[in-house]
């Protein structure tokens, strides 16, 4: 038994793998953990950029910005859509691209930024709902015990009103407006999924949502007559624009390379820290009220988040 031990030695090359695991579990979590510090930053921080912004300008320069980004990468890997992809690309690019960003960030001027950054992550909820009906996903009772927490939460949040507010004038359209954007954003998921499941990459949907996306969007300000809107932002709301793409852009980045580190289910419940930051900096830089119904109903879509991020995907039927 003695020469079985000797391999235990510092020196041991089969011990190399076992002591880097846990860094390599450790720098996963923190970049998991950066991403949800950025994607809280980032509500509150467009909140307050859009305020002096036409949401279809917006939502349009910066998804056109984010997509030429996304479509030199694909084109420097090599990157191309599968054939007989387009239509559903094109559901990604209108519902998820389009729409669901509009209707999200004109949302966002009229309610606070902590109660629009819990209602989206609410999600899970509606993308369960239709991966169950399309996709025929099978739910088990954990899955429907945090869904139901999900539902709740939606429902403490919406029945919480606030008086309005400088910063949000009409929080309960504003509500209404980002759970609208969370269905649809809900519908562009169980879409991308029918697109990777037959082998196309992420960059292929990536495009299709921002640039193609961001091509709509540009087309319903000409539509509008916005057109002027955008030929005259000043310098100072280009910078805005900007920093909303580089936040956007490190949370992607950020995101992915921890889930090359960690588990995908570890990486999407330290998500939900995301929406407890934008609640503090809603209250710290705005001053937004959070009644106690409100923050009870925030609190139990944390949980049921994490009941549904925390479970496999075998046992999602995913």
Do not use: C
């Amino acid at each position: 038994m003695r020469p079985a031990q000797a391999g235990r030695g510092p020196r041991d090359a089969s011990a190399t793998p076992a002591r880097r695991l846990p860094r390599k579990e450790a720098l996963g979590t923190v970049l998991a953990i950066l991403a949800a510090v950025v994607s809280g930053v980032a509500i509150p921080a467009n909140k307050l950029f859009v305020v002096s912004l036409d949401p279809a300008v917006f939502t349009a320069v910066r998804a056109l910005l984010i997509g030429v980004v996304f479509l030199t990468i694909s084109r420097w890997k090599g990157v191309r859509a599968p054939p007989g992809s387009w239509k559903p690309l094109l559901l990604v690019a209108v519902v998820g691209g389009a729409a669901a960003f509009l209707l999200f960030f004109s949302g966002l001027q009229f309610t606070t930024a902590g109660r629009a950054a819990f209602l989206h992550k609410t999600l899970p909820l509606f993308v369960a709902v239709l991966g169950f009906a399309v996709l025929k996903e099978r739910l088990g009772r954990r899955y429907f015990a945090g869904m139901l927490l999900l539902f709740l939460g939606i429902a403490a949040i919406s029945f919480a009103t606030i008086a309005p507010g400088a910063f949000w004038t009409d929080p309960q359209l504003g509500d209404a407006l980002v759970l609208a954007a969370t269905v649809l954003w809900a519908v562009e998921n169980v879409a991308a999924k029918g697109v990777l499941s037959r082998g196309a990459h992420a960059l292929v949907v990536q495009v299709a949502r921002m640039l193609y996306g961001g091509l709509i969007l540009l087309g319903v300000v000409v539509l509008t007559g916005k057109a002027g809107a955008l030929l005259a932002l000043a310098p100072a709301q280009w910078m805005n624009i900007g920093v909303s793409t580089g936040l956007l852009l490190a949370y992607v980045g950020l995101y992915y390379w921890a889930l090359s580190l960690i588990n995908v289910s570890k990486a999407a419940a330290l998500l939900l820290l995301a929406p407890v930051v934008s609640l503090a900096l809603g209250m710290a830089a705005f001053g937004e009220p959070v009644p106690a119904l409100q923050a009870a109903g925030s609190a139990v879509i944390l949980v049921g988040g994490y009941l549904m991020a925390t479970l496999p995907s075998e046992q999602r039927g995913v």
